[in-house]
């Protein structure tokens, strides 16, 4: 736990800004309410709340994607990186300190979205705990991502490339529309993204089919795998060069 007192600061660095993941909690669940009270207005289920809520829960991940990659592009912008330079913590070391204040901010996220799922309708059962379990690795992917993009871009540049992302999670998951409307070749293209296997994983384990859920959460886990150890190489490569 070399690493506890760095992730200490980096979560007091996160509290300073309140607005920032009041905002980034706040507007998927907003978007949750608005779209229920659409169809409670017109009177029709167009988005069933137990397949709309977990894209709900996803969306807001994308949130976390711009707070982890911000917190460290700030910290290389400033130079703060380049003091703590001299401890002896390892560049996995300072990853870790990075992401372990974001995995909180992501179950709180998740956990209110199906807690106001609820309130709107969604059946309470075992599938919500499970859903939150197959989550998890969904979290750490989304930060292991923002991590990343924090190491390569400047802090002005991240936000650029996360606005994107956070609609590519939109449209690419599956959260608006059914992805079987698409020809081979698109499905093909957005099952090789990792976003519809975190929808549909989350979606799966909602509904209590745990054997249905473990091929998406094991493609997402890969990801999350793969995304930590490029921020960790990244990350090492600017200590040296820094």
């Not at 779209?35 to 996803?58: D, K, N, T, V």
């Not at 998406?216 to 820094?242: D, K, N, P, Q, S």
Request: positive net charge; proline residues 5%; glycine residues 10%.
């Amino acid at each position: 736990m070399r690493y506890a007192a760095f992730a200490a600061r980096n979560r007091k660095e996160l509290l300073r800004d309140p607005f920032s993941w009041v905002f980034g909690v706040g507007l998927p669940l907003v978007l949750l309410l608005i779209i229920s009270g659409l169809q409670r207005a017109i009177g029709q289920e167009i988005f069933r709340i137990e397949l709309f809520a977990p894209g709900i829960a996803i969306f807001g991940f994308s949130f976390i994607t711009l707070f982890s990659g911000m917190l460290i592009a700030k910290d290389r912008a400033n130079a703060f990186i380049l003091r703590v330079f001299a401890s002896p913590l390892t560049a996995a070391d300072y990853i870790a300190g990075y992401a372990l204040p974001m995995l909180p901010l992501g179950l709180l996220q998740a956990v209110l979205c199906f807690s106001t799922a609820v309130v709107l309708g969604l059946r309470v059962d075992a599938g919500i705990p499970l859903a939150l379990v197959a989550l998890l690795p969904v979290i750490l992917m989304f930060i292991a991502l923002g991590l990343l993009l924090g190491c390569l871009l400047s802090d002005t540049a991240v936000g650029g490339v996360t606005s994107i992302l956070i609609q590519l999670v939109a449209f690419t998951s599956g959260m608006w529309f059914d992805l079987s409307l698409f020809g081979p070749t698109v499905r093909g293209i957005l099952y090789a993204l990792p976003f519809a296997h975190a929808l549909d994983a989350a979606r799966a384990a909602l509904a209590g089919d745990v054997s249905g859920a473990l091929p998406h959460v094991a493609w997402c886990t890969g990801y999350t795998v793969v995304l930590f150890g490029l921020a960790i190489w990244v990350f090492r490569r600017r200590m040296r060069g820094e």
